[in-house]
């Protein structure tokens, strides 16, 4: 896991970003130094011709996380993968993971950085086959 961001500031233990502006982008151009990077293009010289705007008229983005499956930013390996809230209807995400907005905002509040988070995804009857939960 990487860090909470939103639209607005939401105090939690974990880090977080706010990208209230369209100058937050995350590049997803693979010619960029700044691939699978979220960038304020305010600040840099942008060396990119595709990114995503954290900042959608959709309020997908209203709450987020960034999900840290490309650590290195190695272009060509996938970029801009979050988890972020649901779209109407069950639409599909390419690559992201999707949830209702409750749901993110009590996950976002649950996370500590200094436990190392880590999200794992497989279908239940995998998890169930590999894991073991104590409850102590």
């Known amino acids: 896991m990487g860090h909470g961001f939103g639209y607005r500031d ?4 974990f880090p977080y970003a706010t990208y209230n502006t369209r100058d937050f982008h995350c590049v997803d ?9 979220i960038v304020d293009s305010r600040t840099i010289k942008p060396d990119y011709h595709s990114h995503e705007f ?11 996380i960034t999900v840290k499956h490309n650590p290195q930013n190695r ?11 649901k779209k109407p209807n069950d639409v599909a995400s390419s690559g992201c ?27 239940k009857e995998e998890f169930d086959k590999r894991v073991t939960l104590s409850v102590d």
């Open 54 to 64: 954290m900042l959608l008229q959709s309020n997908f983005y209203q709450y987020g």
């Open 97 to 123: 993971s999707m949830m209702a907005q409750e749901e993110l905002k009590e996950i976002l509040q649950w996370l500590d950085k200094s436990k190392n988070p880590m999200l794992l995804q497989l279908p």
């Open 75 to 85: 272009a060509g390996w996938g970029s801009c993968i979050f988890i972020h809230l």
């Open 10 to 13: 939401f105090p939690i233990a």
């Open 29 to 37: 151009d693979v010619g960029s130094r700044y691939y699978n990077q």
